[in-house]
């Protein structure tokens, strides 16, 4: 009774138009002190121990890092490599924009900053090239997605932080699932290309393909830096983000000499503005982790489910369903932070490995980004388009399915998520 009281105000708030992180934590004020005797002090005891872990350091340096780089010519370079190893294929514009996306997705950690970084180049220059508008933006939209899945990624870091994950393990686990999203996504794209007979760009030479891999790999090298860091034990992923900051700095600076020094503060601000909202969001999403804990929900939840006999594969399937339904109307950092901690114990109770959680989640945050009506790169594309949101929805329904059945991949074969990370973290 007690979860039914406290989804429904959560709900209600929310449907007046309130923003999230203050719906939660007006729900859980709103309990506690009309519902239960807790006194006020343990309420700013929690929401201080509560965000009080080194790893949540690691989202404002990754945002940083990504902003840096985001700002730069980065994308710009990577689209060129991109388009130099694949454009002679059919529909090659459009090839090199999805594995621009999966390449820009290394070093940004942000799905809408990688839809807007290489859709605002690339877009106009297949309009320009004879690519129907709509084929574009359905390419570009739904291959933004990987900016989640291909580490290092904010997303990821937010379901570590709520279920005590293991940040690096999530970051490897994510490589095998993100770039078999990529080939899938360039195959389809490849497929419809060929049927439309898009146009395909001049081979080029092994000189060009050199000069413009020498051109991005400085941006490229930061899933090095991070990864690599991680694994041989040099940082923690925290100090990894931090490393991954100074290292974009300095190639955004000083390398690629894209951003000049008295552009620097404009960027710290602007990083610093959007780990702000999401931290908030994390401390109002820590109280209503505590209200749920207090209450015993996800243990109510978990007994309940376990007496259903549902086992696993139904456990998954009402995951899966459940993140879907709530990616139409939320973003992807407060879903999670809702969802987890109600989830993971479930989880636990089935044996289901807390890194292929992690990853079936996030992959679900990637199509939700995608759907309307609150899908944010649905908006990015549109705005950098210029189609409606209707029409923009419709050029990325096909990716959209794709996309679905690939989940069920991920749903249901954990090798591929938890192949890599058992090699490497034995």
């Known amino acids: 009774m007690s979860g039914l009281i406290i989804f429904t105000l959560l709900a209600v708030l929310m ?81 090199g924009g999805v594995l621009a996306c999966a390449l820009f997705a290394a070093v940004s950690g942000s799905s809408p900053a990688t839809v807007v970084a290489i859709g605002s180049i690339l877009l106009p220059a297949m309009v320009k090239q004879g690519y129907p508008m709509k084929f574009g933006v359905g390419v570009i939209g739904t291959a933004g997605g990987l900016g989640i899945l291909i580490p290092p990624s904010i997303v990821m870091v937010i379901y570590a932080v709520s279920t005590n994950a293991s940040i690096g393990k999530l970051f490897v686990a994510g490589i095998i699932p993100g770039l078999l999203l990529a080939a899938l996504l360039m195959s389809v794209t490849w497929f419809v290309a060929k049927k439309r007979n898009y146009p395909r760009l001049p081979k080029a030479d092994f000189k060009t393909v050199a000069r413009t891999f020498r051109e991005s790999v400085w941006g490229l090298l930061l899933i090095v830096v991070v990864i690599g860091g991680i694994y041989s034990g040099a940082f923690t992923p925290t100090e990894a983000a931090a490393m991954s900051a100074v290292y974009a700095f300095v190639v955004a600076v000083f390398i690629y000499k894209d951003m000049r020094l008295r552009e620097v503060p404009k960027t710290l601000l602007a990083a610093a503005n959007m780990s702000a909202m999401i931290l908030y969001i994390i401390t109002n999403a820590v109280l209503f982790s505590f209200l749920l804990t207090s209450e015993q929900i996800p243990q109510q939840l978990t007994d309940w489910i376990t007496h259903m006999g549902l086992g696993s594969v139904g456990f998954l399937i009402m995951v899966n369903l459940l993140l879907l339904a709530a990616g139409n109307f939320m973003e992807p950092s407060s879903i999670l932070l809702i969802t987890a901690p109600l989830l993971f114990p479930m989880a636990m109770q089935l044996n289901i490995d807390p890194i292929h959680l992690g990853i079936l989640m996030t992959v679900n945050m990637e199509i939700g980004m995608i759907t309307p009506p609150v899908g944010l790169n649905l908006y990015v594309a549109s705005g950098i388009s210029h189609l409606g949101l209707t029409e923009t929805t419709k050029a990325c329904a096909p990716w959209i399915i794709v996309m679905l059945i690939y989940l069920m ?18």
């Open 409 to 426: 991949f991920i749903t249901y074969i954990p090798a591929i998520s938890l192949w890599l990370p058992n090699i490497l973290f034995k």
């Open 15 to 95: 449907l007046t138009g309130m923003p999230i992180s203050i719906s939660l934590g007006l729900t859980v004020l709103t309990y506690l002190f009309t519902m239960t005797n807790v006194p006020i002090e343990s309420v700013a005891m929690k929401l201080f121990t509560g965000i009080e872990k080194f790893e949540i350091m690691a989202i404002p340096f990754f945002i940083l890092a990504g902003n840096f780089l985001t700002h730069g010519g980065v994308a710009k370079r990577m689209i060129n490599f991109a388009t130099a190893l694949v454009g002679h294929l059919c529909g090659g514009l459009a090839l």
